[in-house]
Structures are given as C-alpha cells and as structure tokens.
C-alpha cells in the first residue's frame, strides 16, 4: 500500500497562485503516471494535470497555460503550481499515482485524501 498525502490547499482571491504538493510514502518512480484531479460541490471528480515517469505531461484544457505539474522523484512528491485562480477552480484537488503494465492494465492506482482548494472572486 501506498499512502499519498496533499497539502497546500486554502482560501486565495482570484488571480493568486497556490502550490499543491503530493508526498508519497514510498519512491514514485516505478508508478507509470501521477496526477491530479479535482471534485468541484455537485461535480464528478475530472482531471487537472498528469505526469508520466517520463515527464510528459499532459491538461485539462481550463487549466491550460496557468496551472503546472511537476515531480521531484528524490522526495517521491509530485507538485502543482496553480497561478491565476478563477473561481471555478475551487474543489477539492486529489492526487492520483498508479502503475500500468506495458498494455495498459492498471495493476496499482491510489488515491489521496484531497485537500481543499477555495478561490474567492
């Protein structure tokens, strides 16, 4: 079992920025691809941002140009960097790490906790 923990949510006036983390208690780097994902109030839960092993990366086209993923394999966490907040970009944001084989078979997929993420316009 892998536990992932996010930090870094809170209150921001629109336009400011927040940096998530996402710190896994082991290393990320057997996990084929990390990301994040949000749950606005009333929503399905959707994808933010995604980071494979390799460093591709890949957005939501709403985030796109304002928002960051990045990894740093050496402390096992993974990052987002939201600048410009909108108001529509509060939710809960999740942090995501699984594991696919060569074909595509999930054979490990976790899930943090969330932390909250408020925009006031």
């Known amino acids: 079992q892998v536990q992932l923990v996010e930090s870094g949510g809170g209150l921001v006036e629109a336009g400011g920025s927040l940096r998530l983390s996402c710190a896994a208690s082991?290393?990320?780097?057997?996990?084929?691809?990390m990301g994040w994902y949000r749950q606005a109030p009333g929503k399905q839960r959707e994808l933010v941002a995604t980071?494979?092993?390799?460093?591709?990366?890949n957005y939501a086209d709403s985030v796109k140009g304002r928002f960051t993923i990045s990894r740093d394999n050496a402390k096992s966490t993974v990052y987002l960097q939201m600048n410009i907040l909108k108001p529509e970009d509060t939710a809960v944001y999740y942090c995501?790490?699984?594991?696919?084989?060569?074909?595509?078979?999930?054979?490990?997929?976790?899930w943090g906790e969330g932390t909250l993420v408020t925009v006031s316009s």
């Open positions: 995501n790490a699984e594991r696919r084989t060569i074909w595509g078979t999930l054979i490990e997929d976790y």
């Open positions: 082991r290393s990320i780097v057997s996990f084929t691809g």
């Open positions: 980071i494979t092993s390799g460093g591709s990366t």
